[in-house]
Every structure is written in structure tokens, then in C-alpha cells.
């Protein structure tokens, strides 16, 4: 009973991150119809950033982690400039395979800068505790990151909401053509949500390798994350959310239960089961095709 | 397409003629004959960079069948070559069947998987289909590497016992060179006969608009399959040969970057054209072997620099040149190689 309630604790904190980086995610689709399938790079090499900042010239947190915020938030504005500005209106596999393209690149270029520090972990922030909440112990990492997502999230949320570049930004998803009528640069959104999206992939791959480490293997994080994504419906925040905690129960459950090899797949599994039974995904839009 | 001058079709099946003019059906016979005597006088190394390369380009051709002509995305197409080498290597192994009977097994047994991870297809398309395809590739991959150990060798390795054809043991690199090349030239044959027939034709409805195919008669549910069939057809036997090739087969042969890689270089050499594969093999692989090259020198030049450049600029030179690719030259080299043909032939009147 105590194991099943910490590894659901474990699943629902982990599924967080999965749901914050699927955010990231479903913001560059919503905005630009793009499927970024570089995203878990992207998560991957902000937290390399991050660290190299953090742990390798012993920054102090308040400086490191905004510094790599800022860096990889000009990146991805720079983004969308070369290569995506161009494939507006290109088929889909050209899409889809740009962003792998970029994957594989920045995946080559990570090797290239980090490949000497292996087993790396990022410096201690709070003190590691085993705190016990109605009788389970859990770590107080996890609970920190787990209140640190939810207020990202919700942050996010008012953000598109309640601000001016938020709501230039959901204009520009709702309609190209009609934004740009209004007075809306599009392309300015588009890299606005291009910088948030990295910016957020950095959070997660700080939190993420917080827990769990730094290595090339966060990469793979980013494809579950995509999966989340999918499970949630692609047009939705809640959605995303929503997706990658039920992606985090599922691998943290079949970890603990049935065994590891079948934990790296199960986020796939439940994706196919989802694409079968509702390919629009839980809270996503059903689009209707005419020749 | 254009003739050269004073060339005039006067008929449909003129018009339909492959190799139309005695320079072209020259040219081919020459590049056949080179090959068959290529091993003349390349040495080991060519050997076995065009053995790795034809295998290549089959598994690349059934991915121009399905991506290319019939328009489904599919990212887990080294998966299906899993299938068809791991496939023919337990055969071969468990119940000692001949190479002849092994081949064919495995491009089957790629074929009858690929209809499973198809079946999606009937109902999503794009993105959607590209992460089926994707959970394809890992859910195969975990089949081969967990639950049976014992006989597909698990995460390790897996050893394909030495073929032979018909009393005739294959255990160097020429014999392989022949048995690879004949194949390869057969398939293409084949790529190229079956997308000139009907089956080719509805294939390209399908990819230009399903909605409006479907409207004007083409049986989606039948096609679209098919094409998963054939293309995981070729998946297979291209993972056979592989297996037979290289004779000890692991899970890290056919991950994830693998399927990425052969979807690259068929943009790369151009989609929806039977040059294709050949162009965009050729170009990826060539650069794969000029960074694996360059990588050491690099290394000794500047030796601060990360441990492992080789694999790091493999990656980074193939990212980029996708994306050079995709931005600036999105129909690929073969459409390039159309383009310098026309201007030969105009030449010197092009307009």
C-alpha cells in the first residue's frame, strides 16, 4: 500500500514534468502547426546548459538557471527565423523531418561539448529529507518539484490569458492570415512561442535531471513528452497536463510492478491504445478533412 | 520529361518506354557491367562500404514505396529491418532453413508486422501516423530485446549462422558483393515495374489527396496496406541480407536514429522517384565516412575538444544537411539530376 502510494506521488510528479515539457510542445503546434519532435533535445541541452553554469563555474542559482533561460530563449527565437520561417506551408513529413533534422544536429552538438562529463548531477539546492505525509515517506524533492511544475503551469496559463503577447499569440494559432489583418506580426508570435518553448524545456530538463541525472538519455524524455501530448489532444494546455500524468502513472506503475524493460515502452503503448480509441487524443479537437 | 532532340514518341507505349534512346539503354548496360566487375579492382574497404550501401538502399527503396509514392509516414522502418534480420536468423538458426527460404521468410514476416503497425493508418495520417510508427519502432524493439532471451539473444548480440546457396558457402566480402548487388538490381527492377503498374498509380492518388483517391474509387483500406506490406517486404529482406552480411545482429543495429537516418536520406536523395534511394544513400553514407575520417584529425588538431567528435559530427553534418535539404532543395538530388539532364540535353538552346 505504501509502495503503491509513493510510486503514484513519484508518477504524478514525473508526469508533471512529461505535462510542462508536452506544454512546450503544444505551444509551437498551436501557434505554427509545427510538430516539434526536437523537443526533447531541447530539454536535453538545457539541462547540460544548466548545468554547465550551475555545477561546472559554480554559479549561484539565482544567476545560472536565468542565464541559461536566457540563452536558450534566444535560441529558439533565432529558430524561427532559419529553418522554420520557410516551411510555413511545406508537406508534413517536410515538418516533421526538419525537426528531427534540428534533433539530430543539436544532439551532435551536445555530444560534441559534454561528452567528457559523464554521471554528472547537478549541485544540492535544498537538502535532500524523507518527509512523511500521512504515514508515506516521501522525498521533499519531490514535493518541491512537484509544487514548483503547478505553479509554472498555472503561471503559463495567466499568462496566455491575461497578457498582451499571450493573447497575440493565440490569435496567431487561431488563424495566420486573420491575426496578421488585425495588426499582429505572426512571425514574431510564432518566435515568441519558440523562446517560451525552450525556455520551459530548460525548467524541465533542469527539474527532470534534478531527479534523475544529467546524461544524453533526457533526450528521450522529450518523445514521451510528445506521447503525453498526444494522449492529451494536441490543441490543449489541459490536455498536455492531463497526458503526461497519465504517461507518469503508467511508467512509474509498470516500473515498479512489472518490470523495467516494459516501462521504457508502456508511454508508447498507451499512445497507440489512445490513437486507436480517440486518434484526436482526450481533450483535443477532431479536425474535419475536405478535398 | 524531356527527349533528346530529334527523338519523337509516336506512341503510348513509346512514351512509357524506360530506357527510350540507345545512349540510355548504352549507359545503363555499362554502369551494370562496372559493377559486375567492380570487385576487379576495388579494394576491401569499397567492398564493403558499397555492400553496406546496397543494403542500405533496398530498405531505403520500400521506404520510398511507402513515403514516397503512397505518401505514409513511417519513422520506424529500421525496426521492420529488425524484424526481417532477426526473423531470418532465428530460421536459420532454430530450424536450419536454407538462405533461399530464409530471405524471403524475413521480408514476409517485416511485411506481415509492418500491415499490423499499418492498420493506424486507415484511421490518421501525418503526425500522427509518424508517432505510431514511432511507438512501432520501440514496441518491436522491446519484443526483440526482453520477454525472449533466449532466442533473439536479448539486448547483446545475436549470431546468424554462415549461408549458403545452393552448395556454394558465402563467407567473404566478394561473394557477399554479388549476392547484395543482384538484389539490390532486383528490387529496384521491381520498385520500378510496380509503380508504373496500376498498384504504383493508385499509390500516388492516395499520397496527393486520400480523401479525393477514395472518391474516385481506390480502395483505401486495400492500398494503403499494401503499401506497408510491400515497403516492410523490403524492409525485410534488406534486414536479412544485413544479418547474413554482418552475421552477428544486436538491438543497437535498429534504434530510433536509424529510421530518422534512412527517412533522411531519402529526402536527402528525393522522394517519389526510383533514383532516390541511390542518390540519397550514396550522399549521406559518403559524408558518414568522410566525418569518421575527418573526426581523429580533428581530435588530434585539437584534443581539448569533446571525447567523442567522430559520432558527434556524424550527427551534426547530417542534421545540417537535412535541413539544408528541406529549406533549400526539398524534391531531393534526384530531382537536381532531372533538372542537369534537361539543360544537357538543351543545351546549348535551353529556355
Known amino acids: 500500500m505504501i509502495k503503491l502510494a509513493q510510486l503514484i506521488m513519484i508518477g504524478i510528479t514525473v508526469g508533471l514534468i512529461y505535462g510542462l515539457m508536452a506544454v512546450g510542445f503544444v505551444l509551437i503546434y498551436k501557434s505554427s502547426k509545427i510538430f516539434n519532435f526536437a523537443q526533447g533535445e531541447m530539454v536535453m541541452v538545457g539541462a547540460f546548459l544548466s548545468w554547465t553554469f550551475l555545477g561546472l563555474f559554480h554559479m549561484p542559482l539565482v544567476l545560472g538557471l536565468p542565464l541559461a533561460l536566457v540563452i536558450t530563449g534566444l535560441v529558439g527565437y533565432s529558430l524561427e527565423r532559419f529553418p522554420f520561417r520557410p516551411m510555413i506551408g511545406q508537406p508534413i513529413l517536410a515538418i516533421i523531418m526538419i525537426t528531427m533534422a534540428i534533433a539530430v544536429f543539436l544532439r551532435g552538438l551536445a555530444i560534441l561539448i559534454w561528452a567528457n562529463y559523464i554521471g554528472i548531477q547537478f549541485p544540492t539546492v535544498i537538502p535532500e529529507k524523507t518527509l512523511k505525509i500521512f504515514d508515506i515517506p516521501i522525498s521533499n524533492v519531490l514535493i518541491c518539484n512537484f509544487f514548483l511544475v503547478l505553479v509554472l503551469v498555472i503561471l503559463l496559463s495567466l499568462f496566455f490569458q491575461y497578457t498582451r503577447i499571450g493573447l497575440h499569440m493565440r490569435a496567431a494559432a487561431e488563424s495566420h492570415i486573420l491575426s496578421q489583418s488585425m495588426g499582429i506580426r505572426v512571425t514574431r508570435s510564432i518566435a515568441q512561442s519558440w523562446a517560451i518553448a525552450a525556455m520551459v524545456s530548460t525548467v524541465g530538463g533542469f527539474l527532470l535531471g534534478y531527479i534523475r541525472g544529467i546524461d544524453f538519455g533526457l533526450a528521450e524524455t522529450g518523445l514521451i513528452a510528445i506521447a503525453a501530448a498526444l494522449v492529451g489532444g494536441l490543441e490543449s494546455f489541459k490536455g498536455a497536463i492531463a497526458g503526461g500524468i497519465i504517461i507518469g502513472l503508467a511508467e512509474t506503475l509498470t516500473g515498479g510492478y512489472i518490470g523495467h524493460g516494459l516501462r521504457e515502452v508502456i508511454p508508447y503503448i498507451v499512445m497507440v491504445a489512445v490513437l486507436f480509441y480517440r486518434p484526436y487524443g482526450l481533450f483535443g479537437l477532431e479536425e474535419i478533412e475536405r478535398v | ?351
Open chain 2, 1 to 351: 520529361m524531356r527527349r533528346p532532340s530529334g527523338v519523337f514518341d509516336v506512341s503510348y507505349i513509346q512514351d512509357m518506354t524506360v530506357f527510350r534512346t540507345r545512349a540510355q539503354k548504352i549507359g545503363m548496360l555499362g554502369f551494370i557491367v562496372l559493377l559486375l566487375l567492380f570487385p576487379l579492382f576495388g579494394d576491401e574497404y569499397w567492398l564493403v562500404f558499397i555492400n553496406s550501401l546496397a543494403v542500405t538502399i533496398i530498405a531505403l527503396q520500400g521506404l520510398n514505396i511507402l513515403a514516397g509514392y503512397c505518401g505514409q509516414i513511417s519513422i520506424g522502418h529500421s525496426a521492420f529491418m529488425a524484424v526481417g534480420a532477426y526473423g531470418s536468423a532465428i530460421l536459420a538458426a532454430q530450424f536450419n532453413l536454407p538462405f533461399w527460404l530464409t530471405l524471403p521468410c524475413g521480408g514476409i514476416g517485416a511485411g506481415l508486422v509492418g500491415l499490423v503497425f499499418g492498420l493506424p493508418s486507415l484511421r490518421i495520417k501525418g503526425f500522427y501516423l509518424a508517432l505510431a510508427t514511432i511507438a512501432a519502432q520501440f514496441i518491436i524493439m522491446y519484443i526483440i530485446r526482453t520477454p525472449f532471451p533466449d532466442i533473439t539473444g536479448g539486448p547483446i548480440a545475436l549470431h546468424v549462422p554462415p549461408i549458403s546457396l545452393a552448395g556454394f558457402t558465402l563467407d567473404n566480402e566478394i561473394h557477399f558483393y554479388y549476392l547484395i548487388l543482384g538484389m539490390t538490381l532486383l528490387m529496384t527492377f521491381f520498385t520500378k515495374s510496380l509503380m508504373r503498374s496500376h498498384i504504383g498509380r493508385a499509390f500516388v492518388a492516395i499520397r496527393d489527396n486520400d480523401i479525393a483517391a477514395e472518391a474516385m474509387g481506390i480502395n483505401l483500406y486495400r492500398y494503403k496496406l499494401l503499401a506497408f506490406f510491400i515497403g516492410c517486404f523490403y524492409a525485410g529482406v534488406a534486414g536479412s541480407l544485413w544479418a547474413a552480411y554482418t552475421k552477428v545482429i544486436s538491438p543497437d543495429d535498429f534504434t530510433l536514429m536509424n529510421s530518422i537516418w534512412q527517412m533522411g536520406m531519402l529526402i536527402v536523395g528525393g522522394l517519389g522517384s526510383t533514383l532516390g534511394p541511390f542518390f540519397g544513400g550514396l550522399l549521406i553514407k559518403a559524408l558518414n565516412e568522410i566525418c569518421l575520417i575527418a573526426g581523429p584529425m580533428i581530435d588530434n588538431l585539437i584534443p581539448q575538444i569533446g571525447a567523442q567528435i567522430s559520432a558527434a559530427l556524424v550527427e551534426m553534418v547530417f542534421g545540417a544537411v537535412l535541413v539544408l535539404f528541406l529549406v533549400y532543395l526539398p524534391r531531393g538530388l534526384a530531382h537536381r539530376w532531372e533538372i542537369l539532364k534537361d539543360s544537357y540535353r538543351l543545351w546549348p538552346f535551353s529556355y
